[in-house]
């Protein structure tokens, strides 16, 4: 079955500490997408690829860093620089831009704590 | 920018028939969607509008007014499984045609 799959579901930071969430896709989907969900409120944009070797800016990119090496993946380093990092994080997927009245599709998404 | 206003709350019986509004004021406008989220998983897709009027499909309806910038999800025969919070998302009419999504409107559905 194709999808999305984010790993860890669960993660814990220390302080100062860098830490790598995972997302692949096996949709064939050209865009990708990070957002960050903080309880009661609604998807906020982290970063977004729309093709390989690039990646954007979304409205909360301060203290994440975004690699996109690969089609099928687009890792989220939440860096020390992230004095907040507790969320619930979410990856998605898209067709390409080409397709605007396709929906993005989610991972499960993975739920950062400070220790 | 985006600004997108939904209720917090909602609550209704189940069986019963209610609509979730949304409203919307936008730089651009390429689309809108609406997810749903049950606590603790991924949003999932059920509906999108880009041109006014409504779509149906199954219990679930979505309806758009572009020049008023509003939008409504309704739900008929609810089910205690539709409990969950759905969102609304407005894709920008920008080059790079993100969404911005509301903070989401929590149903509760009793028995």
């Known amino acids: 079955d194709g999808g999305i799959t984010q790993s860890p579901k669960y993660l814990f930071r220390k302080e100062g500490q860098n830490v790598t969430l995972s997302c692949e896709q096996n949709l064939n989907h050209d865009a990708m997408y990070w957002y960050r969900q903080d309880p009661g409120q609604g998807l906020r944009l982290i970063y977004y690829?729309?093709?390989?070797?690039?990646?954007q800016k979304g409205d909360i990119a301060e203290g994440y860093s975004v690699s996109r090496e690969k089609k099928e993946s687009f890792p989220l380093t939440v860096t020390s620089a992230q004095k907040n990092p507790t969320a619930f994080y979410l990856c998605?997927?898209?067709?390409?831009?080409?397709?605007?009245?396709?929906?993005?599709?989610f991972g499960d998404g993975t739920r950062l704590s400070i220790l | 920018g985006q600004n997108i206003d939904q209720p917090t709350e909602m609550t209704a019986t189940e069986g019963a028939i209610v609509q979730i509004n949304c409203t919307y004021q936008t730089s651009g406008f390429n689309g809108l969607f609406w997810y749903q989220q049950h606590a603790g998983e991924a949003p999932t897709f059920l509906s999108y509008n880009v041109l006014d009027g409504l779509e149906e499909k199954g219990r679930f309806s979505s309806f758009l007014s572009r020049s008023k910038g509003y939008s409504y999800l309704l739900l008929k025969e609810l089910q205690m499984k539709d409990s969950a919070s759905y969102l609304c998302a407005v894709r920008d009419g920008g080059s790079a045609r993100q969404l911005t999504f509301g903070s989401g409107t929590q149903l509760t559905v009793l028995p």
């Open positions: 998605a997927s898209s067709m390409g831009l080409s397709f605007s009245n396709q929906p993005q599709h």
């Open positions: 690829s729309q093709i390989v070797n690039d990646f």
